[in-house]
């Protein structure tokens, strides 16, 4: 048996031992683009929203003032009756609902979250080239949970100071310190004979709601 | 519980045994056909693709050259964002540190989302013993784990079975394990996902222990990374109190920018996909978010053994997206199982000798369980020379003298009954004759053309490999 510390010097010794002969690795080479897109917000907006459809979310476009409307009119077509509210959610969002609204002020437990019908977020970002929107855990979306367990999760983006073209725009723009959901589309397996299926464990139903003003 | 590798015969034998099933043989063929279009497809999208290649190539090759300092990087990260790190040098002690982890937390459940790491140390096993319950919660885990079966696919474990198989194990033991199958279950996808859903939703909400691995850890921040697709990775890694990761120590990326790099290449060679559903990230624990306590197991176990040997150590590059798999034919014909660990197709015939050594026939004979065709090589996102592994491993299993040689031996029928006989293969056919030729001209299947017009192949002559290799090395 051997203590914690010493299994720790054990591997970190081996690691030495083995690189002992090997020259140093140069500088990493970063040919690769730093955006697939060309720099045009209206082509961008467009390439995220082809992009999230792909992958089988809803996607919807809306002026800030029409959004109250929307969003209540999104939830009332799954038949939502709770939604689930993340701390600091601008209550204008969901002025035209009649939901149920269930606060996570005091957290909600894994059972309340269970049996509410959809939650409503905003996010941290959006990223164009993969279809991907990002949650960070911010203001207006709450701690990671909300979003996995209603069946329903309605996403509002703010375009264009919300979307980036790719990866390598994204990742100096988020803090690594939050945590985080990476969200592209609906949860999806392809376990069963390499067939994607849409709904497994996350919301079955993702809506994207871009807003352009 | 599901089986364990351990006593597994070699390969030439288990691959036999394989091909001589038919509709594993039809599985397999269908699935990997399928997703090998597809990556084609998501891979051309990119017109970087080859600098993005060399670029993780290039990071992950430089981390290698300073895995310590990483490592030591990552600690102090994880330690200050809340974490605790724990070394394990080997499977055993990964095991006893996740088992004493969960035993002092009071609950004898876990819920697991897939990971190789825990597979490969048999993590599963080892807490039975301690009589602890780890519900695997991916889909095709838990097909393995309710068949009793054994992963055949770093990606689809399950790849080895079709939609009727697959209802007939739900159906059959979903009861034995938590909530039974709905009645009148149907082989669609989409009503075998939604058993799923249900039978594992409960296991989710009550679960106070999470177990997984991840597929990077960025050094700088102490951040750890989980892409999958179903979700219930994100349950896993969520809504439990307590959350234990435990990640081979090739994982480590510098930094946060690094994920630049590897999201993209990913994704694509894997799932065939601009982006998989769900990433989760975090970093040591937060107020009011996620698990209250987050444990990291960095897990050696035969991984500084690989650091060591100069032409070796390239497959702790390994990302594990499966692409290599999925255009192996020698994979394709002998399926998962028979490369007897957690790691089967090309990464596994070089990985699994190198972390656990070539002392046993099985593993003595996973180098030679390839054509050398080199698609491995061309898919691979981080551009690991998979076949120059694999003549560098066969002349160290020559080398061994002694019991080498007879490993050998038993090794080379594997080669020569693998590559000499597509035909007998493709038509699953009794093996019988052995005959001299080491190498096909030609490749069986769609798509060896290009292969081989895109890679010279190493001429392999009538006499003995080793002999062979002793002449032209010398
Ligand atoms: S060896 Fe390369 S292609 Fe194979 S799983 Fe690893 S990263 Fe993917």
């Known amino acids: 048996m051997t203590s914690p510390s010493s299994s720790r010097d054990r591997v970190l010794g081996r690691v030495r031992r083995a690189l002992a002969d090997v020259p140093e690795a140069p500088e990493v080479a970063r040919d690769y683009l730093v955006s697939h897109t060309p720099d045009d917000p209206a082509g961008v907006l467009d390439l995220l929203h082809d992009n999230l459809v792909d992958y089988r979310a809803g996607v919807h476009r809306s002026t800030r003032q029409g959004l109250p409307a929307l969003v209540g009119r999104l939830l009332a077509e799954r038949g939502a009756r709770t939604v689930v509210v993340p701390p600091g959610l601008p209550g204008a969002w969901l002025a035209g609902s009649d939901a149920r609204q269930r606060f996570d002020d005091v957290p909600l437990t894994p059972a ?9 977020t905003g996010c941290a970002l959006a990223v164009a080239e993969t279809g991907t929107v990002v949650l960070d855990a911010g ?25 980036v073209a790719s990866l390598p725009q994204a990742l100096p723009r988020l803090d690594p310190t939050r945590p985080m959901t990476w969200i592209s589309g609906p949860s999806a397996t392809s376990d069963i004979e390499l067939d994607r299926v849409e709904g497994v464990h996350g919301p079955r139903t993702l809506e994207v709601v871009l807003v352009v003003d | 519980m599901s089986g364990t590798f351990i006593g597994m015969p070699s390969f ?45 190539k290039q990071i992950k090759d430089r981390t290698l050259r300073h895995l310590d300092r990483h490592l030591e990087q990552l600690e102090r990260a994880v330690t200050a964002a809340g974490g605790t790190v724990h070394w394990a040098a080997d499977a055993e002690e990964a095991n006893r540190i996740v088992a004493d982890l969960v035993e002092a937390t009071g609950e004898t459940e876990v819920v697991k989302v897939k990971s190789m790491a825990t597979q490969e140390i048999g993590l599963n096993a080892a807490l039975e013993t301690a ?19 054994l992963p055949s696919h770093i990606l689809v474990p399950a790849i080895h079975r079709n939609r009727g198989e697959i209802r007939d194990i739900f159906r059959d033991h979903m009861q034995d394990w938590g909530r039974p199958a709905p009645d009148g279950l149907t082989d669609r996808p989409a009503d075998l996902a939604e058993a799923a859903r249900l039978h594992l939703r409960e296991k989710f909400l009550r679960a106070k222990v999470g177990i997984s691995g991840a597929n990077f850890m960025v050094a700088e921040t102490g951040t750890l990374v989980v892409v999958e697709s179903e979700g219930n990775g994100r349950m896993c890694l969520t809504l439990p109190e307590t ?15 690094d994920l630049e790099v590897f999201l993209q290449l990913l994704p694509r060679s894997s799932t065939a996909e601009r982006m998989n559903p769900y990433t989760t990230m975090w970093t040591g624990t937060t107020d009011g978010d996620g698990p209250r306590a987050f444990h990291l197991v960095l897990l050696d176990n035969g ?46 015939a070089i990985l699994t000798p ?26 691979c996102p981080v551009a690991i020379d998979i076949p120059e592994v694999l003549v560098h491993l066969r002349e160290k299993v020559a080398d061994q003298g002694g019991a080498g040689h007879r490993l050998e031996r038993a090794a080379m029928r594997a080669a020569t009954w693998l590559l000499d006989h597509p035909a007998a ?30 890679r010279d192949l190493p001429e392999l002559p009538d006499r003995p490999f080793r002999d062979w290799w002793k002449k032209n090395h010398a």
Request: include cysteine.
């Open chain 1, 112 to 120: 309340e979250l269970d049996s509410t019908d959809a939650v409503v």
């Open chain 1, 139 to 163: 203001p207006g979306q709450g701690r990671r949970a909300l979003t996995l367990i209603p069946d329903l999760h309605v996403c509002v983006v703010e375009a264009p100071g919300q979307v």
């Open chain 2, 12 to 56: 030439p034998e288990a691959a036999r045994d394989a091909v001589r099933d038919t509709t594993l043989r039809g599985n397999l063929r269908h699935a990997t056909h399928t997703i090998r279009a597809k990556r084609a497809g998501a891979v051309a999208e990119l017109d970087d693709w080859a600098q993005l290649r060399e670029a993780g």
């Open chain 2, 131 to 149: 009589g602890i319950r780890a519900y695997e919660t991916d889909l095709a885990e838990l097909i393995v784990q309710l068949g009793d079966d």
């Open chain 2, 243 to 257: 959350l234990i990761s435990v990640v081979g120590i090739e994982k480590v990326i510098p930094t946060w920018r």
């Open chain 2, 303 to 348: 991984r500084t053994d690989t650091l060591a040997d100069e032409v070796g150590r390239q497959a702790l590059r390994c990302i594990r997206c499966s692409a290599c798999l999925n255009v192996c034919p020698v994979y394709e014909r002998a399926g998962g199982h028979a490369y007897g660990s957690a790691y089967p197709g090309p990464i596994g």
């Open chain 2, 354 to 379: 190198q972390l656990r050594g070539t002392a046993t026939e099985l593993d003595a004979s996973l180098p030679y369980a390839s054509s050398l065709c080199g698609a491995c090589y061309e898919v």
């Open chain 2, 425 to 454: 293969l493709t038509a699953g056919e009794r093996l019988a004759s052995r005959t001299r030729k080491l190498h096909p001209k030609r490749l069986p299947g769609p798509g060896a053309r290009e292969w081989t017009n895109s």
